[in-house]
Antibody, heavy 116, light 107 residues
């Protein structure tokens, strides 16, 4: 069945780089788009960016200068890297599969705290 | 970017009551609108897509509608398991923006 699982460090130092991995199963990265969405504690959802099935990417303009999304199709993994982390980047990060513009499957999320 | 203005921010209703949540899009998004339900500590789950289509396994008491650029989610007979936070999302163009959420509680 379709599954997505985020993994990464729970704690990152301010100004450092966050690296997250979304490992997927039950579908092919070359057939479906995978998005990253984040949610600060007690707040709403923010779309971060997407790895299109064709291999290109698109980013939220507010994060574009700090954000990079890539993938390894042989490992069924999508990667997120975001640099210059600050306290406002303390949030839960989700990856989600897109089907016809909608997010039909989500990972369980990974909580990342930015703190020294 | 397309802005989604969602209301109300919170809502308390009685069991079996009809509940309506709305989202106003800042521009035309056609029927590219989804609703998600998020329960505490869980990931969002797709409820409705394409403005009116129910996702797999979603009870028929949930329904979606549209009037111009205003979109509504209706729960016809509120159940205990419906508590959570509801988000709309426009899927017309990236960035795929979300509404600010509606927290639904049982009175």
């Amino acid at each position: 069945q379709v599954q997505l699982m985020e993994s990464g460090p729970g704690l990152v130092q301010p100004s450092e780089t966050l690296s997250l991995t979304c490992t997927v199963s039950g579908f092919s990265l070359t057939s479906y788009n995978v998005h990253w969405v984040r949610q600060p504690p007690g707040k709403g959802l923010e779309w971060m960016g997407v790895m299109w099935s064709g291999g290109s990417t698109d980013y939220n303009s507010a994060l574009k200068s700090r954000l990079s999304i890539s993938r390894d199709t042989s490992k069924n993994q999508v990667f997120l890297k975001m640099n210059s982390l600050q306290s406002e980047d303390t949030t839960t990060y989700y990856c989600a599969r897109e089907k016809f513009h909608y997010f039909d499957y989500w990972g369980q999320g990974v909580m990342v705290t930015v703190s020294s | 970017d397309i802005q989604m203005t969602q209301s109300p921010a919170s809502l308390s209703a009685s069991l079996e009551e009809i509940v309506t949540i709305t989202c106003q899009a800042s521009q035309n998004i056609g029927n590219w609108l989804a609703w998600y339900q998020q329960k505490p500590g869980k990931s969002p789950q797709l409820l409705i897509y394409g403005t009116t289509s129910l996702a797999d396994g979603v009870p028929s008491r949930f329904s979606g509608s549209r009037s111009g650029t205003q979109y509504s989610l209706k729960i016809s007979r509120l159940q205990v398991e419906d508590i959570g936070i509801y988000y709309c999302q426009q899927a017309s163009s990236t960035p795929f923006t979300f509404g600010s959420g509606t927290k639904l509680e049982i009175k």
